[in-house]
């Protein structure tokens, strides 16, 4: 087979997700490598009629030491590196706004299409605990996100379409470039830690290329990430927390936001489609009982604190009845507020008062410390000062002003 016949073939489910080009273009196109899996690498190397460990080489050029040239590649030999210059590319995708916040929070808005809404975000938040230094990179997984939750910017935007395995890895890739790009190529490290697929869109809807990007992190020839340090994020959407329990072992958390069905069919409304019950046992299924080494030994429960919403005392309770059989920890996230926002943040108090309803029942429950506000670094809030293309966010407000007048009027 011709190398550029190779090239065609070669265009695996790391690039099916890139926006269709015409056809004529599309037999020129190199293959880019930087969203590859080892397997998905490996076949990719067979197929052109080379040893399938090269995968394994150039995989480490890639993710530990960050070369986009083949030329720097010095263990391939010349006759190879020249052949995978004519057909390949490692390429991410083009920061178009970077933004580095005296807290250490790095965010990044990368351009992953042509058009106004073709941008993506990804954040960086550094900390220091009991276990040293911490870089956690909130990782997006598609662009806008269909969802539409009622205190979420990106689901103001509508969905564009699903990032590919290069656009999702590409987010890591950069984040660890960016402190090593004046370090000499044989001294560079990885910096990113932790890995939250928690950005922009819902992963468990573009399940195929976050699996494949989430294996790449795990892989020693990559990332070499503990399984510990990747986590998915999902808003609930049951089958595919089934599906992942079979495929991968990583930590799960779930964007909950309210403790019972009426409140959260406002605020998530994919709940309309699996309800509570439903989605408390698919993370009860997802817990694994045996090894110590699992990730999924519980499940992280992420609940943003939304004035006079879901930040109740008796909201509290609920909380304590529905998570009381599922093994778990809650982290309280003050709500950050963004244009047209139908919400404000719960008070200081009311939320160390709700954390401390959970403590007492015997709950590990934190409080998100909220970082990089001079770079607008919550979730959801980077791409955009965007139009509130649904007019929720006055439905709410109206909605919240009628409840407020009610509470007043009853004294
Ligand atoms: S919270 Fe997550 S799932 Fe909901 S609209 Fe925003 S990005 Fe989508």
Same mark, same amino acid.
């Given at each position: 087979?011709?190398?550029?016949?190779?090239?065609?073939?070669?265009?695996? !489910?790391?690039?099916?997700?890139?926006?269709?080009?015409?056809?004529?273009?599309?037999?020129?196109?190199?293959?880019?490598?930087?969203?590859?899996?080892?397997?998905?690498?490996?076949?990719?190397?067979?197929?052109?009629?080379?040893?399938?460990?090269?995968?394994?080489?150039?995989?480490?050029?890639?993710?530990?030491?960050?070369?986009?040239?083949?030329?720097?590649?010095?263990?391939?030999?010349?006759?190879?590196?020249? &052949?995978?210059?004519?057909? #390949?590319?490692?390429?991410?995708?083009?920061?178009?706004?970077?933004?580095?916040?005296?807290?250490?929070?790095?965010?990044?808005?990368?351009?992953?299409?042509?058009?106004?809404?073709?941008?993506? !975000?990804?954040?960086?938040?550094?900390?220091?605990? &009991?276990?040293?230094?911490?870089?956690?990179? #909130? /990782?997006?997984?598609?662009?806008?996100?269909?969802?539409?939750?009622?205190?979420?910017?990106?689901?103001?935007?509508?969905?564009? %379409?699903?990032?590919?395995?290069?656009?999702?890895?590409?987010?890591?890739?950069?984040?660890? =470039?960016? =402190?090593?790009?004046?370090?000499?190529?044989?001294?560079?490290? %990885?910096?990113?830690?932790?890995?939250?697929?928690?950005?922009?869109?819902?992963?468990?809807?573009?399940?195929?290329?976050?699996?494949?990007?989430?294996?790449?992190?795990?892989?020693?020839?990559?990332?070499?990430?503990?399984?510990?340090?990747?986590?998915?994020?999902?808003?609930?959407?049951v089958?595919?927390i089934d599906?992942l329990a079979q495929?991968?072992?990583?930590?799960?958390?779930?964007?909950?936001?309210?403790?019972?069905? !009426?409140?959260?069919?406002?605020?998530?409304? /994919?709940?309309? &489609? =699996?309800?509570?019950?439903q989605?408390i046992a698919a993370c009860q299924r997802y817990i694994t009982?045996?090894?110590?080494?699992?990730?999924r030994?519980?499940?992280?429960?992420?609940?943003?604190?939304?004035?006079?919403?879901?930040?109740?005392?008796?909201?509290?309770?609920?909380?304590?009845?529905?998570?009381?059989?599922?093994?778990?920890?809650?982290?309280?996230?003050?709500?950050?507020?963004?244009?047209?926002?139908?919400?404000? %943040?719960?008070?200081?108090?009311?939320? /160390?008062?709700?954390?401390?309803?959970?403590?007492?029942?015997?709950?590990?429950?934190?409080?998100?410390?909220?970082?990089?506000?001079?770079?607008?670094?919550?979730?959801?809030?980077?791409?955009?000062?965007?139009?509130?293309?649904?007019?929720?966010?006055?439905?709410?407000?109206? &909605?919240?002003?009628?409840?407020?007048? /009610?509470?007043?009027?009853?004294?």
């Amino acid at each position: 087979m011709s190398t550029e016949a190779v090239a065609v073939s070669a265009v695996s !489910e790391a690039q099916q997700h890139t926006p269709s080009a015409p056809a004529q273009q599309k037999a020129v196109e190199k293959v880019n490598l930087l969203g590859m899996s080892r397997p998905q690498m490996e076949k990719f190397f067979e197929d052109m009629g080379e040893k399938k460990f090269r995968a394994g080489q150039v995989m480490k050029w890639i993710h530990q030491f960050f070369v986009t040239d083949f030329a720097e590649m010095t263990n391939i030999s010349g006759k190879l590196r020249e &052949k995978l210059e004519k057909i #390949c590319e490692i390429k991410a995708p083009e920061v178009v706004h970077k933004n580095y916040s005296k807290d250490g929070t790095r965010k990044w808005v990368f351009r992953v299409g042509d058009g106004e809404g073709s941008l993506v !975000e990804t954040v960086l938040i550094p900390a220091e605990d &009991k276990t040293g230094s911490r870089k956690t990179l #909130c /990782i997006s997984s598609q662009v806008g996100c269909a969802l539409d939750c009622s205190f979420c910017s990106t689901g103001k935007q509508g969905f564009q %379409r699903d990032l590919s395995q290069a656009e999702i890895i590409g987010q890591l890739w950069m984040a660890n =470039y960016s =402190y090593m790009e004046d370090v000499p190529v044989a001294e560079r490290e %990885r910096s990113v830690t932790n890995v939250v697929m928690m950005g922009m869109g819902e992963p468990l809807l573009n399940y195929d290329a976050v699996l494949n990007s989430m294996r790449i992190m795990l892989d020693d020839f990559a990332y070499g990430m503990s399984k510990r340090r990747v986590t998915l994020s999902t808003s609930g959407v049951v089958p595919k927390i089934d599906q992942l329990a079979q495929d991968i072992d990583v930590a799960l958390a779930i964007s909950l936001h309210a403790p019972n069905d !009426e409140l959260r069919n406002e605020l998530v409304p /994919i709940n309309k &489609k =699996y309800p509570l019950e439903q989605l408390i046992a698919a993370c009860q299924r997802y817990i694994t009982k045996d090894g110590n080494e699992s990730a999924r030994k519980h499940v992280t429960i992420e609940y943003v604190m939304l004035d006079g919403v879901n930040d109740k005392p008796e909201h509290a309770q609920q909380m304590i009845k529905l998570l009381k059989n599922l093994p778990s920890k809650i982290n309280l996230i003050p709500f950050n507020p963004f244009p047209h926002a139908p919400y404000g %943040r719960s008070s200081r108090n009311r939320i /160390i008062s709700f954390q401390k309803t959970l403590s007492d029942a015997g709950f590990v429950c934190t409080i998100r410390q909220t970082r990089g506000d001079d770079i607008d670094a919550a979730c959801g809030q980077l791409v955009g000062q965007v139009a509130d293309r649904t007019r929720r966010a006055e439905q709410w407000k109206k &909605k919240i002003a009628q409840s407020n007048e /009610i509470m007043r009027s009853q004294g």
